[in-house]
């Protein structure tokens, strides 16, 4: 008697996720030629390089025109609260470590009432990817200055010009001991791409600032930094390992002068061996590059940089805690939680 060996049919092969996988069914509702349309075009592109299934990507946003980020992209995901978006991913991350965890805000979101909740994120360093879309004003409420807006800003909230000093968002995640701080545009979608992918390869609070036009209520607001005719000579692109070179041809770079960075002509005033030659790793430097924030009107201003300025490597909190939890419950075992609750004192009412 022969016996016929039965081959288990294969498992189909599953296709690779393209951007339309990212996109839901809903409407996208900002408004027509918003810079978010941009930004949400570039992160669909991103996805799916990432080569994480869509289940085990989750999109936190707060409040604002940003934050309806989650409705768009076919992923799990949370609209919370004012401000709380981080304090809401930090819970997420520490319960689910293996997922990738990604955080969209607004400069008001982010920078006024979730101010706290942004630096400790960045303090305890959890493995999540903060993207904060910077347009220097308030969209979603019609218009009201921001902690981001410039001194002088005249607004609804403001007639008279805003007195307040702004917030420097990349200087104030290097104050707060960020691991990964990043800049860059709506209106540059390959920067953009590459920036969301340096962000997503980190391991630790990638914080990533996006200067992200709004049209109806502060339109060209970073239209210097974005126009052909205006943009060789006001971007620095920062690359590693490379000298700190921008112009139109190409022609000027920056030298520092102790610890003041200075612009200069190539083959003028200074040689490409003369440059300042960017060092992602580098603390103190990337202190000074966070510090190049010139008001683009003042003349002799520096140009504005975009790129990494800093990385390191620092422990994720989420991976500290399951190391607690592990040497807590092989010294005292596993608790008792209904122990817990009742607690060690009891009194009877009469």
């Known amino acids: 008697m022969s016996a016929t060996a039965t081959l288990a049919p294969e498992a189909p092969v599953k296709a690779a996720l393209t951007a339309k996988d990212f996109a839901t069914d809903q409407e996208v509702r900002w408004c027509p030629g918003c810079g978010d349309y941009s930004i949400l075009a570039q992160v669909q592109k991103v996805m799916p390089t990432l080569g994480i299934p869509k289940e085990n990507i989750a ?12 409705y768009y992209m076919n992923t799990y995901g949370m609209h919370s609260i004012h401000g709380r978006a981080t304090a809401v991913a930090s819970g997420l991350k520490a319960a689910r470590p293996d997922l990738s965890v990604w955080i969209v805000s607004g400069d008001g979101d982010s920078m006024s009432i979730g101010g706290n909740h942004t630096i400790h994120l960045l303090r305890r360093n959890f493995d999540v990817n903060l993207l904060i879309f910077n347009n220097q004003i308030y969209g979603l409420t019609k218009g009201q200055y921001s902690p981001t807006s ?39 979608p390959k920067h953009l791409q590459a920036m969301l ?3 997503h390869a980190h391991k630790g609070t990638s914080f990533l600032e996006i200067y992200q036009n709004c049209n109806i209520f502060n339109d060209g607001a970073f239209e210097i930094f974005t126009e052909k005719g205006t943009k060789a000579e006001e971007v620095l ?14 022609n000027k770079g920056i030298k520092l002068d102790g610890f003041r960075p200075v612009v200069v002509e190539i083959g003028k005033d200074a040689s490409i061996e003369d440059l300042w030659v960017h060092d992602e790793r580098d603390f103190y430097k990337a202190q000074i590059l966070t510090r190049m924030f010139d008001n683009p009107a003042n003349v002799g201003h520096l140009p504005r940089p975009f790129g990494v300025f800093y990385e390191t490597d620092r422990p994720c909190y989420e991976d500290v805690m399951a190391l607690q939890i592990e040497d807590v419950i092989a010294k005292k075992g596993k608790g008792d939680l209904d122990k817990l609750l009742r607690g060690n004192e009891t009194w009877e009412i009469n």
Not at 161 to 186: C, E, K, Q
Not at 242 to 247: A, D, R, S, T
């Open 197 to 199: 992918l340096r962000a």
């Open 150 to 188: 410039e001194e002088n800003k005249v607004t609804k909230s403001t007639p008279y010009g805003s007195i307040d000093h702004p917030f420097n968002p990349a200087a104030l995640a290097m104050g707060a001991d960020g691991t990964f701080v990043a800049r860059s545009m709506d209106r540059d």
């Open 59 to 70: 999109i936190i946003s707060g409040i604002g025109c940003s934050s309806r980020f989650p």
């Open 237 to 250: 692109f920062l690359e590693q390992g490379k000298p700190l070179i921008f112009g139109a041809t190409q």
